[in-house]
Each structure stands twice: as C-alpha cells, then as structure tokens.
C-alpha cells in the first residue's frame, strides 16, 4: 500500500469516527429535547384524559393600561387532545372590581369550554365573596354551579342559591352578579330575612334586586327567560365534556 493510499485510509477512520460523535451527540440532543417539550405531557388522544398540565398553578390577566384585572389559581389546569377545553381543579380566583374592592371565588371545578378564560363553568362548592374597602365581607353568593364571566364581572346560575349581606340573607331560584353595573337579581322564589338588634323581618317576592351600592334590596315582578337563557348557555359549555356529578 503507498503513502497515499494509507493517508486516505487514515483521514476516513477519523471521519468516520467524528460522524459517529455528531450522531450519538444529535441522537442524544433529539432526545434531551424531546423530553423538555413533552413536560407534563401525556402520548393519547381520548379527549376524556389530559394530555396536557399544570400543577398549582398561578395566571394573571391585565388590562389596557398594565393593571391586573383578576389572578386565577388553581391545584391543577388541564388540557385535552383534539379539544379546545380546559378544567381546573380547585379553582381560586380574585377579580379586581376597583382598586379598593375585589370579587373572590372558589369553586372544587371549573371547565372553561375554549381555554380563553372569557367564560367559566363551576361546581361544586361554589362561593362568591365580594370584598370591602375594609376588607369586610359585603356580599357572599353560594350556589352548586355557576359561570362566571371574569371581563365583564358577571355571576349567573340558575340553580338555588343564598345570597349573604351584613344584615341579611336571601334565598332563590337562579341568581345574576352584575358588579359593573352594580347589582345582585335573585330570578325567582325569593325569600328574605333581615335581621337587627332589636328584629327581624321576612320578604317574599318573585324576584329580588340588590343594589351594591346602596346596600338594599327591592321586590320586582318584571316577567323574563333570565333562566332559560342561563341553562341554555351551561348546554352550550357543557357540550365540550359530560360532567358527572
């Protein structure tokens, strides 16, 4: 064998040798990142089981100006294959009505049916705490299923619920939060018991409206679908998963 011909031999034992390093090195790259991108991520496509999570978890929505405008926790956010939906398990939520005052939620489940945030279905144990400028518990909503709407800073349900104040509390059918426009409606079967010092006083009436400003309540009798309109839209989220109870 000439000088030649053992240089060539030479030069492709250590190409060969420097390739073999690029492979192993890029096999074990591919790998590396592979394992990053699926964190938290589950190989199925049964949209009844998460593909995708978050353990407790912390998200911030901010408005025009750079404000937070609610904080959402929770002890787990999860996805699902071949669908838009999200749930959340335990569900805490602070919304900021003004910079004095704040709307606390919790709830043991949320399904948000387009992972947008724009509408919130919850059962389950759910509370509405409405928060002073002295940090009191000015109005307190319980219900068993709600969807809470964080941007336009509305509550509805057409199941039972109580509505809690300092010197009363008000049960009925379905109940609208509207806190931009600054008001709590009970949809019917209301029924009132306020309390003081000295006496109580029972209320009945169809429908029941609280002004949050003034802090009073009124019986109104103006006929609507207001609880049509709400079961017809938890069908629609619903829609996206079959909830059991």
């Known amino acids: 064998m000439n000088l030649n011909n053992?240089?060539?031999?030479?030069?492709?034992?250590?190409?060969?040798?420097?390739?073999?390093?690029?492979?192993?090195?890029?096999?074990?790259?591919?790998?590396?990142?592979?394992?990053?991108?699926?964190?938290?991520?589950?190989?199925?496509?049964?949209?009844?089981?998460?593909?995708?999570?978050?353990?407790?978890?912390?998200?911030?929505?901010?408005?025009?100006?750079?404000?937070?405008?609610?904080?959402?926790?929770?002890?787990?956010?999860?996805?699902?294959?071949?669908?838009?939906?999200?749930?959340?398990?335990?569900?805490?939520?602070?919304?900021?009505?003004?910079?004095?005052?704040?709307?606390?939620?919790?709830?043991?489940?949320?399904?948000?049916?387009?992972?947008?945030?724009?509408?919130?279905?919850?059962?389950?144990?759910?509370?509405?705490?409405?928060?002073?400028?002295?940090?009191?518990?000015?109005?307190?909503?319980?219900?068993t299923n709600a969807i809470l709407y964080p941007s336009d800073e509305i509550i509805e349900t057409d199941a039972f619920a109580t509505v809690i104040t300092s010197n009363s509390t008000t049960t009925g059918d379905g109940v609208i939060a509207d806190v931009k426009n600054g008001y709590v409606k009970i949809l019917s079967n209301a029924k009132r018991l306020s309390y003081t010092d000295n006496r109580s006083e029972h209320l009945e009436g169809d429908q029941m409206l609280y002004n949050l400003e003034k802090k009073t309540w009124v019986v109104i009798k103006k006929p609507n679908d207001d609880k049509i309109q709400i079961q017809n839209r938890v069908k629609t989220i619903l829609k996206t998963k079959r909830i059991t109870n």
Do not use: C
């Open 6 to 143: 053992v240089l060539l031999v030479k030069i492709l034992k250590k190409n060969i040798v420097l390739i073999s390093i690029v492979f192993i090195f890029l096999a074990w790259a591919n790998y590396i990142l592979s394992n990053a991108l699926n964190y938290n991520s589950i190989d199925n496509r049964d949209e009844k089981i998460s593909n995708h999570f978050l353990n407790t978890f912390h998200m911030e929505q901010t408005d025009s100006h750079g404000q937070i405008s609610w904080v959402l926790k929770g002890e787990k956010l999860e996805r699902f294959p071949n669908n838009a939906r999200s749930e959340i398990i335990e569900p805490r939520m602070k919304i900021f009505s003004t910079e004095t005052e704040s709307w606390h939620i919790r709830a043991s489940h949320a399904l948000d049916p387009d992972s947008l945030f724009k509408s919130i279905y919850l059962t389950k144990h759910v509370v509405f705490n409405k928060i002073g400028i002295d940090t009191s518990n000015e109005v307190i909503i319980t219900t």
